[in-house]
């Protein structure tokens, strides 16, 4: 079409140049020297243009084969993208093997794109062929040395994916060295840490990761929480009482405040006899706001002053009446009072509210105690069936049931 559209045009213009110039046609003389040309203004324009069309057919001839090596290449490059495309669309729909011969074929070419490299590696170690794997990544450093840290995370992003990482720290050192702010190797050590479970890395690495925007801010709280128990359950183990409370105070302010993190702080408050400041915190953040496994905590303190307690919890009852938490923990605050008819009424009402394998172990004892043992064996048994159903106690927020949180329940037949 544009060359039928050039060729009218030219036509047009022939037409017109023709109809001007047979009137009077002109006349042109060169003169150089003693030689001179004399002719027509007509010709000199037709010989004009024909030495303009020969010039640009020289010029034409002289870059053909810069052309046609450009052709070849724009060919060849459509034919690596095409097959690189059936390769990864063969990988997508699961046939891992065609998809790495054809990749393989992708890779023999010096025009494959780095991407071919790195999806030819995936693919092998996807197969478990770590020789392969390490070949591709090889020939990936030798045709594109520029791209050696990408090619490098790409490594480590393989070898942590298939859990070597004795490997996969190595990379990560050297990368540390030479690129210690790039924002992909601080996720990549991240990652790294917490397969290994190493939480002293990982404290270290925190103020980096918060600073350097690599995680959000809930992500960060999530992964500080997750660092921080271990350390809460480290020093409750090892150092005593006095070791956990310092260690509480150095944490991160926003850590401290995380709910479950607290809560495991209390637990072992409490396991090693840190009733006080376990009584402390518990009665000041369930004042502030409340929260189902605080309050499930909060029944099993073993507190100097028994009846305030009792007070506090009943107080809190008056806006939380249909809690079923806090009447368990009131019913184990009753049994340590000595409150029978009490504990009973919570119990019960717990029961009503929310049946759970604790409130009928503690209710039966309760009854076999006052002398009622056909009822206390029937409670019994319904907490049995509970227990076998998997529904050991009261269902927290967290998901996880009250015997699952680390406190040991009251026993009320002591």
């Known amino acids: 079409m544009k ?19 047979l009137p009077d046609p002109g006349y042109v003389l060169l003169g ?3 030689y001179s040309v004399e002719t027509s203004l007509l010709v000199l324009l037709v010989v004009l243009g024909l030495l303009y069309l020969g010039l640009r057919l020289l010029a034409g001839l002289w870059h053909m084969p810069a052309r046609v090596q450009r052709w070849e290449s724009q060919r060849n490059d459509q034919r690596l993208q095409r097959l690189f495309n059936a390769a990864v669309i063969d990988f997508t729909e699961g046939r891992t093997e065609r998809a790495e011969r054809r990749l393989a074929r992708v890779v023999k070419s010096r025009q494959a794109p780095l ?6 590696a995936r693919v092998a170690a996807q197969s478990g062929a770590d020789e392969r794997r390490d070949a591709y990544l090889e020939l990936a450093r030798q045709r594109l040395p520029d791209a050696e840290i990408t090619i490098a995370l790409t490594q480590v992003e393989i070898l942590l994916s298939a859990s070597q990482l004795e490997q996969a720290q190595t990379i990560l050192t050297s990368l540390r060295n030479t690129a210690p702010r790039n924002s992909r190797v601080l996720r990549l050590l991240m990652q790294l840490y917490v397969q290994q479970q190493d939480w002293q890395q990982l404290r270290d690495l925190l103020p980096e990761l918060h600073h350097s925007q690599v995680l959000d801010d809930q992500q960060w709280q999530r ?27 150095q944490l991160p302010p926003p850590v401290q405040q995380d709910e479950g993190l607290l809560a495991v702080y209390i637990e072992q408050l409490v396991r090693i006899d840190g009733h006080e400041q376990a009584e402390q915190l518990l009665s000041s ?38 809690d079923p938490v806090l009447l ?15 504990a009973r009424s919570y ?45 050991s106690g009261i269902a927290l927020p967290d998901g996880e049931s009250a015997q699952t949180t680390g406190v040991f329940p009251i026993n009320c037949s002591a």
């Open 347 to 391: 119990l019960e009402a717990s029961i009503d509210l929310q049946p759970g394998a604790e409130a009928y172990r503690l209710l039966g004892a309760l009854l076999e105690q006052l002398g009622e043992p056909d009822k206390a064996k029937e409670c019994y048994r319904k907490g049995v069936e509970l227990s076998g159903q998997g529904i």
């Open 328 to 342: 368990l923990s009131l019913a184990k605050i009753s049994l340590r009072n000595q409150l029978w008819g009490k």
């Open 3 to 21: 060359w039928l559209l050039l060729g009218i045009l030219a036509l047009l213009f022939s037409v017109t140049i023709a109809l001007v110039a």
């Open 285 to 322: 953040r369930i004042g502030k706001d409340w929260n189902q496994r605080l309050v499930y905590l909060y029944g099993d303190l073993q507190s100097a002053d028994a009846p305030a307690q009792q007070t506090l919890a009943e107080r809190w009852l008056e806006q939380h009446p249909q």
């Open 32 to 34: 150089y020297g003693k």
């Open 223 to 249: 992964l500080a929480v997750k660092v921080y128990r271990d350390q809460v359950l480290a020093l409750s183990s090892d150092g005593g009482l006095k070791a956990l409370k310092e260690g509480w105070k």
């Open 115 to 120: 991407q071919a490299y790195l999806s030819a």
